[in-house]
């Protein structure tokens, strides 16, 4: 079903996280694999207890400490849920769309009764593409509700006028989502089994054997050819080779395979003058593609793009064909997560901040949101002082960078204005699929009606009840929903060393974000623009060449049946390792700070307080992770597995061996090899 992309990666995350109402240990001794020295692999000793006492659930393909909090926060969301389909509700409020959506996405009855009813009109639109002229109106209709294929469009701030929202076209429609899928030969088996995975979609839609293979074919060669000139995930980091702007004129000639005047139109921007490109060699293989292939093979990958976004939403087989493919294939999954699950998460997302208000009500007291405030001041002071005492970066710099961090904006708990649901309608007379698909035209609407409007600089890019942080460089805000406010992330039955080892860095490392190879592109007013001198930006990428090889030459897969060793790519997750790093060693300061010159206090359960804020650190990244899921985070994800979040960050700290007495070991970094960024 129809999702608006994030058009440029400027939204930098720390993860996703758990739950829970018991009293949790500061420092859980249950957690430690003690066969294991510190200097040996930190983190097996850290947190081999906890991978032993919490093994990989069959419905998931990494399981970790903040798959706990997450899963618990989903009991508590679904409880919501629960006692609002047992209320009378009034058609049209929240509680209506809520429930109704829930109890939809739970009826499987319904859903295998309906079998794929629910697309035969976007179907019908699809085969009704006989004329080549008719593809700018089709490929709008399907855009608004449906899916991206061939591009996408979206709305956001302008990156070098961050007080304005314009409009960006973006690369879109391969649905593995990484271009290695399709062109690497060692994914050779994965993409043979996408295939199928499209064989069977088109034969539960009615097609015979053999028309299903040709359409299965059809679509997968537009996803390779688009594939081969994708960006990849490093080549997406580079924000200024993606920042090209041209009139509508100007977009029109250079790719001129449609009348992009029908396209607009149907888009609902008829007046829209200016646009972004971001990708430009896909848009002119795009252009290509759109002139030169038969409409038949269009038709049949614009057919694969709208079945494969609605399989989620429709009978069993449907479902059961999409996680064969997605979960099992290329995760390693081996059960669905309980329907109850997945029927929590479609309203839950949808109508985010709506399920955000109430969980807030609920769950999350003043006083969190208070500590919160001045953990962050304390990290900020922090941080100004580890930029002052850098030995790499001019004077001038500094005092631009100065100026950045002290006009942060921080984001707490929840927002000050609440987003508007009235005008999005649950109907549930309609199917499932016809409800998701008529809340993704509302949702493209909603994105799209914000170009050429001023930038609401108080919304939020995440619910209350997301498990995760993040730092957004247009806005120069940092973001703490009330979710990750909860153990291990914070305890208010643990001492300070424990909080700032692991709240205290996740605020850093968000706050880093804002100097890390992308964040530092953009000024104190969000727009993209180079405060460096020539001098420091040379600097800053010695270092970070450095942390980049370090990472690189980390082995996240051995080799086996004739597959080489899989590696760890630093260049796509170095914002998140140079933030890791830099969170780490500004919480470690800000704590000290916060000792206001006392000694430190006594040990607890035998560890020092520097130990108990490593160890606090590491208890963030136990999991339990399935080789599939290596393999495919490697490929995606900007973090780096939690493992070397942990060993490899650590071993370029000081602090950190000190803490543990470490002078050799397989943890152990010769000085002149380690490298310091912030």
């Known amino acids: 079903m129809k999702r608006i992309i994030l058009l440029a990666a400027t939204v930098a995350c720390m993860a996703s996280c758990q739950n829970n109402n018991t009293k949790t240990p500061a420092i859980d001794l249950r957690n430690f694999d003690l066969t294991v020295a510190p200097n040996a692999d930190f983190y097996q000793y850290a947190t081999g207890g906890w991978q032993k006492n919490n093994p990989l659930k069959p419905e ?12 618990n926060n989903e009991k508590r969301i679904n409880a919501l849920f629960q006692e609002m389909t047992k209320l009378e509700t009034t058609p049209g409020s929240i509680e209506q769309k809520i429930a109704d959506l829930y109890k939809m996405g739970l009826d499987s009855a319904r859903l295998n009764a309906e079998g794929a009813a629910p697309l035969a009109a976007d179907l019908q ?4 593409l006989t004329d080549r002229a008719q593809l700018p109106e089709v490929l709008a209709k399907i855009h608004m509700a449906l899916a991206n294929p061939f591009f996408g469009i979206g709305g956001m701030a302008d990156l070098m006028d961050s ?26 088996k994965i993409k043979e089994a996408y295939k199928n995975y499209l064989i069977k979609l088109f034969t539960l839609c009615g097609y015979e054997a053999a028309a299903a293979e040709t359409a299965a074919a059809d679509a997968l060669e537009i996803e390779d050819s688009l594939a081969e000139v994708y960006f990849s995930n490093v080549e997406q980091r580079d924000l200024p080779a993606q920042y090209n702007p041209m009139s509508r004129a100007e977009f029109a000639k250079a790719y001129d395979a449609i009348d992009w005047d029908i396209y607009f139109e149907g888009m609902g921007l008829a007046d829209a003058d200016r646009m972004i490109v971001q990708h430009k060699r896909v848009m002119e293989r795009v252009n290509e593609l759109l002139k030169n292939l038969p409409l038949e093979k269009i038709r049949h990958y614009l057919a694969a793009q709208i079945i494969d976004g609605g399989a989620r939403s429709l009978s069993d087989d449907f479902q059961t064909a999409s996680f064969e493919f997605y979960g099992k294939t290329m995760s390693g999954q081996q059960e669905q997560k309980p329907r109850w699950e997945c029927a929590m998460s479609v309203p839950n997302g949808l109508l985010g901040e709506a399920v955000g208000e109430m969980y ?17 001041k304390n990290l900020q002071t922090s941080l100004s002082q580890h930029i002052a005492a850098l030995d790499w970066m001019s004077e001038a710099t500094k005092a631009r960078a100065q100026e950045k961090l002290s006009t942060f904006t921080v984001k707490i708990g929840y927002p000050d204005k609440w987003k508007d649901y009235s005008t999005l309608t649950i109907d549930p007379t309609k199917s499932y699929y016809e409800n998701l698909r008529n809340a993704g035209l509302w949702a493209t609407k909603d994105n799209l009606g914000k170009y050429g409007k001023p930038v609401d600089r108080a919304e939020w890019g995440m619910t209350p009840q997301t498990v995760n942080a993040y730092y957004n460089p247009t806005t120069n805000e940092i973001c703490f929903p009330a979710a990750i406010l909860q153990p291990p992330f914070y305890n208010p039955e643990a001492d300070d060393a424990v909080n700032y080892g692991a709240i205290g860095v996740v605020i850093g490392h968000e706050m880093t974000h804002g100097f890390d190879d992308q964040g530092r592109q953009f000024d104190k007013d969000g727009n993209m623009n180079n405060w460096w001198t020539e001098e420091d930006a040379a600097a800053f990428k010695s270092k970070t060449d450095i942390l980049v090889k370090q990472f690189d030459a980390i082995e996240v897969l051995p080799a086996k049946e004739g597959q080489p060793a899989l590696h760890a790519n630093g260049a796509l997750s170095l914002g998140e390792n140079i933030a890791d790093q830099g969170g780490l060693r500004v919480a470690w300061t800000a704590y000290h700070n916060s000792l206001e010159g006392k000694e430190a206090p006594a040990p607890i359960d035998g560890f020092t307080d520097a130990q108990r804020f490593y160890l606090a650190y590491a208890t963030l990244w136990a999991q339990n992770i399935r080789d599939e899921e290596i393999a495919r985070l490697t490929k995606l994800d900007v973090h780096s597995l939690g ?10 700290i000081q602090d950190f061996y000190d803490a543990f007495g470490i002078t050799d070991g397989e943890m152990f970094l010769p000085e002149e090899e380690r490298v310091i960024i912030w």
């Open 163 to 188: 007080n304005t929202n314009t409009l960006y076209v973006a690369q879109s429609g391969i649905s593995m989502g990484d271009r290695d899928y399709y062109v690497d030969p060692q994914n050779a």
């Open 360 to 376: 807030v009500a609920k769950y999350f007291p003043e006083k969190d949101k208070q500590r919160m405030m001045e953990l962050v």
């Open 643 to 652: 493992k070397w979040r942990v060993n490899a960050t650590l071993r370029n």
């Open 60 to 71: 998931f393909s990494r399981y970790g400490s903040f798959d706990v909090l997450r899963e």
């Open 125 to 128: 639109l699809v085969d009704g």
